[in-house]
């Protein structure tokens, strides 16, 4: 069972910025690809961003392209999200999730196996 431990949410200012970090526990071969999803209060979950494990073109929500940045260290069990120019809707619980099928559009939670715990990101004007 793959677990996700999210950190590095919390308050700031309107164009401030924040790094998320995602540590994954299993084997990078149960996983293929590690995404950043993202819920405001009564709102769907949306896609932020995403990447393959390994190396691949990111991909990301056009609500966040030039401001956020996806990234995965050396040993690829962490991934982070840095987050700059954060504006107030971009407020919301910020999930970490994984999943280990090849193929599929990237941005749909239910292609998913594994979910973190969320971490609170709000932004204030």
């Known amino acids: 069972q793959v677990q996700l431990v999210e950190s590095g949410g919390g308050s700031v200012q309107a164009g401030g910025s924040l790094r998320l970090s995602c540590a994954a526990s299993e084997y990078t071969y149960r996983r293929n690809r590690m995404s950043w999803f993202r819920q405001a209060p009564g709102k769907e979950p949306e896609g932020v961003a995403s990447i393959r494990i390994g190396g691949g073109t990111p991909y990301y929500a056009d609500s966040v392209k030039g401001r956020f940045t996806i990234s995965q260290d050396n040993g690829e069990n962490t991934v982070y999200l840095q987050m700059n120019d954060l504006k107030p809707e971009d407020t919301a619980v910020y999930y970490c999730?994984?999943?280990?099928?090849?193929?599929?559009?990237?941005?749909?939670?239910?292609?998913?196996?594994?979910w973190g715990q969320g971490t609170q990101v709000t932004v204030s004007s």
């Open positions: 999730a994984a999943r280990s099928q090849y193929g599929g559009s990237w941005s749909q939670p239910a292609s998913y196996n594994y």
